[in-house]
Nanobody
Framework: QVQLVESGGGLVQAGGSLRLSCAAS????????MGWYRQAPGNQRELVAT???????NYADSGKGRFTVSTNNAKDTVYLLMNSLKPDDTAVYYC?????????WGRGTQVTVSS
């Protein structure tokens, strides 16, 4: 199994930046996809960005050009750099990993963007 722990959320003004981190532990060698989803109050959880073990990235339209997903060399930490943040980006951000076809989630970190 895989355990995921997020960090880096907080309060930021519109136009500012934040970097989220997610550390994976456990059977990390078979993680084939990691990334981030988010959920705002009253909304469903939605894709933000993912990255495969091979480095292929996928972004939701809302974050293209503003967000960058990456991993470290050990492939056990995934990052989300968010620039030009907007109030609409306010949500709980969840780290995600796919391991042997099963989805694993962190507990989430709150990102609040003030106008």
């Amino acid at each position: 199994q895989v355990q995921l722990v997020e960090s880096g959320g907080g309060l930021v003004q519109a136009g500012g930046s934040l970097r989220l981190s997610c550390a994976a532990s456990g059977n990390i060698f078979n993680i084939d996809n990691m990334g981030w989803y988010r959920q705002a109050p009253g909304n469903q959880r939605e894709l933000v960005a993912t990255i495969t073990r091979g480095g292929k990235t996928n972004y939701a339209d809302s974050g293209k050009g503003r967000f960058t997903v990456s991993t470290n060399n050990a492939k056990d930490t995934v990052y989300l750099l968010m620039n030009s943040l907007k109030p609409d980006d306010t949500a709980v951000y969840y780290c995600y990993a796919r391991w042997f076809g099963a989805d694993y989630w962190g507990r989430g970190t709150q990102v609040t963007v003030s106008s």
